[in-house]
């Protein structure tokens, strides 16, 4: 009996260490925190739209694996709320069904209701085209003289193929989903839909990845501002342009002191003067004017010996 029960103790202590712990397995800790959004310069746009439809504004993007969206913000001169904005979304056939196919319709009404709220807009029939292939839009009246635009697209690839096989593989088998909501305060409908057909797709390669990366981290540091001191501007007459005075440092002169008075000063005889003379000192008393009366100064003698005058009374 005891034999079985000392069998069985490694066995129990083995399966006590058996049991899950998540606080001790770290690697299974998936981090659920969404990718961040960073603002990046308008040169690393990447599609961009006609110059009728103005500057871009600004450019926000999210970088994460082989995906990447863009929000390419353009200005708005309508009353409308929301932006004037190109989004393009960038990634593989992994990522989704998103980039294996077109957007269905009940899809595409559903982002046009979201992006153009209160605008009646009619989808036209006619597909239209630009260099990318055939897109999908929707044109809706806006006030007296303007309209709103709003289009989709599906590019099956964002790169041209490579004739070798290690150009394929480094430009990837990357789609693009490209959505372009806009609206002016006086481009009529039959005119707007030109900007979709002028959009155009940059090239899309695993190095365009790496570019983007470094865009979203590379902030630069705000200097800060410079306090600047206004300089006196000296106007020589009515009418003439004012002329600016190079600043002048003034520098006080030091006032010459009174010379300072010692008191019980001593005065050391210089080398053979020694045994000679002796040395006079004058011990200044307090001035009269502040003792209130007239006194004349007194003088002391005091001798001071040198070493070679120590040493001869020494050996006396």
Known sequence: MRWLLLTALPLLATGCTAVHDPFLETGSIRPDAPPISTEV????????????????????????????????VYSNATASAGENVLTVRVGTPAEGTAFLRAPMRRA???????????????????????THGVYGYATGP??????????????????PLSETAMGRIGDGNYSAQVRLRFCHPSMPEERIAALMGGMRLKLVTSQTFDMLRYAGGSGGLRSQPVSVRAEPVAVIDEGAEPRR???????????????????????????????????????????????GEKRTPRAKSVLVPLPETAALTAGD
């Open 245 to 291: 005075t190079p600043k002048r440092r003034i520098v006080e002169e030091a006032r010459a002191e009174e010379p300072a008075v010692i008191r019980n000063a001593v005065r050391v005889p210089l080398p053979g003067e020694a045994g000679r003379h002796k040395v006079t000192v004058t011990v200044a008393e307090k001035p009269a004017e502040e003792a």
């Open 142 to 159: 806006l006030g007296t003289s303007g309209s709103c635009l709003y289009a989709w697209q599906f590019a099956k690839r964002t790169a």
């Open 41 to 72: 310069s308008p040169e690393f746009a990447a599609a961009y739209l006609p110059s009728i439809s103005g500057r871009i504004e600004s450019v926000r993007q999210t970088v994460r694996g082989d995906f990447f969206e863009q929000a390419i």
């Open 108 to 130: 595409i009404l559903a982002e046009m209701r979201q992006a153009l709220p209160g605008v009646a807009m009619r989808i036209n029939a006619a597909a239209g085209q630009n």
